[in-house]
Antibody
């Protein structure tokens, strides 16, 4: 059974940093693109970042470029999101998701981890 | 940047009803359109991919149609567990973009 377990969220002050993790199991993690998607309180879904199977390619939504870094450790079946210089508008539930297929669909999701940026 | 527009923003319906949600893309995207269901406090769940393909394990009362710029998610014989928010997502252009969501509420 495919499982994605998100962790690392919490309360952080503006300008601070946080590292999110996603532990994957039940599938060959190293064979899939992976993503982070976020959802601000009461709002819709926003894609944040993607990373290729071997980590050689990454992509980000414009609003986080230069502040967030997506990475992975295939030996540990883990996905990460390093978030620096956090802003109030980064407050959201962050989901890791498997990004699959020619249709580029998010076919499995973690349960989400809440990041709150506030002083 | 491509824009994804869903309508209606919310719909009230009864158990057993047929509900149709539309999604319009500001540029043509072929069949690169996916649909998700999200219940309060839960992660989204993939329902339909490539405009009309049913994700494994999803009930057949969910169906998708359309291509190009106009797409529809149809739920026939609405069940109590179907009351949720539904999102479309285009995957033709980068970045992937979601619609704003349609909330299906109990009448």
């Amino acid at each position: 059974e495919v499982q994605l377990v998100d962790s690392g969220g919490g309360l952080v002050q503006p300008g601070g940093s946080l590292r999110l993790s996603c532990a994957a199991s039940g599938f060959m993690f190293s064979s899939y693109w992976m993503s982070w998607v976020r959802q601000a309180p009461g709002k819709g879904l926003e894609w944040v970042a993607n990373i290729k199977q071997d980590g050689s390619e990454t992509d980000y939504v414009d609003s986080v470029k230069g502040r967030f870094t997506i990475s992975r450790d295939n030996a540990k079946n883990s996905l990460y999101l390093q978030m620096n210089n956090l802003r109030a508008e980064d407050t959201a539930v962050y989901y890791c998701a498997r990004y699959f297929g020619a249709e580029r669909r998010f076919d499995y999701w973690g349960q989400g981890t809440l990041v709150t940026v506030s002083s | 940047d491509i824009q994804m527009t869903q309508s209606p923003s919310s719909v009230s319906a009864s158990v057993g009803d047929r509900v149709a949600i539309t999604c319009r893309a500001s540029q043509t995207i072929g069949y690169y359109l996916n649909w998700y269901q999200q219940k309060p406090g839960k992660a989204p769940k993939l329902l339909i991919y490539a405009a009309y393909s049913l994700q494994r394990g999803v009930p057949s009362r969910f169906s998708g149609s359309g291509s190009g710029t106009g797409f529809t998610l149809t739920i026939t014989n609405l069940q109590p567990e179907d009351f949720a928010t539904y999102y479309c997502q285009q995957s033709f252009f980068s970045p992937p973009k979601f619609g704003q969501g349609t909330k299906v509420e109990i009448k």
